[in-house]
T-cell receptor, first 113, second 113 residues
């Protein structure tokens, strides 16, 4: 059974600081997604990582995938208040189950002035 | 371009009642999904469809049924509602499974009392 674990689950940051959210998963997969969810809202796609070593960047966020370590990271650079949200990683089970995602618990990020 | 549209947005059901959550997408996506999100948790896959007439169970299918008669629509049926089905339900669609991100609807907040 595929398990996906994020840490930390809660992250309180000061504006301007850097931090990394980690996403570990338990079985082989080379497809991983990051989503953002604002309170009471739907999920918004941030990054699609489709191979070992994939790195994607958008603004102050950068995501990477290491399939050998079964680890993805979401790095936040010089945080701003607008980044406050819950961030989820989701791993595709692959094989005959392509498209079926297993989500992590989510990391609640709060950025303080 | 509406994307993924879910109705209703909110619903209160009594134990034992039934209802259908509607989901429609206008992006001509073959793949559609139903997830549920319990408070403070990640999403869990309920059912999955790779095209009209083809559906498959996800992680937590018990108590639910789906049908997919058209590419656009993917309704989720709850039979004999139970308090354990109190959750937020998200419908999603994607163009390719495992290669492109899923687009999510706004969610249906369901309470069973």
């Amino acid at each position: 059974e595929l398990k996906v674990e994020q840490n930390p689950l809660f992250l309180s940051m000061q504006e301007g600081k850097n931090y990394t959210i980690y996403c570990n998963y338990s079985t082989t997969s080379d497809r991983l997604y990051w989503y953002r969810q604002d309170p009471g809202k739907s999920l918004e796609s941030l990054f699609v990582l489709l191979s070992n070593g994939a790195v994607k960047q958008e603004g102050r966020l950068m995501a990477s995938l290491d399939t050998k370590a079964r680890l993805s990271t979401l790095h936040i650079t010089a945080a701003v208040h607008d980044l406050s949200a819950t961030y989820f990683c989701a791993v595709d089970r692959g094989g005959t189950s392509y498209g079926k995602l297993t989500f992590g618990q989510g990391t609640i990020l709060t950025v303080h002035p | 371009n509406a994307g993924v549209t879910q109705t209703p947005k909110f619903r209160i059901l009594k134990i034992g009642q039934s209802m259908t959550l509607q989901c429609a997408q206008d992006m001509n996506h073959n793949y559609m999904y139903w997830y549920r999100q319990d408070p403070g948790m990640g999403l869990k896959l309920i059912y999955y469809s790779v095209g009209a007439g083809i559906t498959d169970k996800g992680e937590v299918p018990n108590g639910y049924n789906v049908s997919r008669s058209t590419t656009e629509d993917f309704p989720l049926r709850l039979e004999l509602a139970a308090p354990s089905q109190t959750s937020v339900y998200f419908c999603a669609s994607s163009y390719w499974a495992g290669l492109t991100e899923a687009f999510f609807g706004q969610g249906t907040r369901l309470t069973v009392v």
